[in-house]
């Protein structure tokens, strides 16, 4: 087998970014599925004779689907941090995607903070092409 070098790939950290991206997603398909059981909750309440002007309902439901919007762009440039990882020679680039996006999860509830953590681990091991 002369002439072929064998290509080493950081798969732990790809392995472990890759877990934290699709626990981010999933956090933050959560956050939409509660934007959208407040938007009923607001129909279930006018059927009852509350005012749809309800102070308070509306706000938290822009918050929330805001929250749940980032986290799933959040969760995604994780997956692509990860992908990232796995190419060789574009292992630096992922690590600190998934690092940075990792950490900034947090504000969209940071994939149960599983995911935070994973991510954090991923990044560094991409970082040190582990």
């Known amino acids: 087998m002369e002439g072929r070098t064998e290509v080493r790939r950081?798969?732990?950290g790809f392995a472990l970014s890759l877990v934290a991206g699709i626990l981010i997603i999933i956090c933050s398909v959560f956050f939409l599925v509660a934007a959208?059981?407040?938007?009923w909750m607001k129909g279930w309440m006018y059927?009852?004779?509350v005012p749809p002007e309800t102070p308070g309902i509306g706000p938290a439901q822009a918050i929330v689907t805001i929250l749940g919007v980032i986290g799933l762009i959040f969760g995604i440039i994780v997956l692509i941090g990860a992908y990232f990882i796995y190419t060789p020679g574009k292992e630096t680039l992922g690590g600190i995607l998934v690092l940075v996006f990792s950490i900034l999860s947090i504000f969209a509830g940071g994939g149960f903070l599983v995911g935070l953590i994973l991510g954090i681990v991923g990044g560094a091991l991409g970082l040190a092409k582990k």
């Not at 959208?36 to 938007?39: K, P």
């Open 10 to 12: 950081a798969t732990a």
């Open 36 to 39: 959208a059981w407040m938007e």
């Open 47 to 49: 059927s009852w004779g």
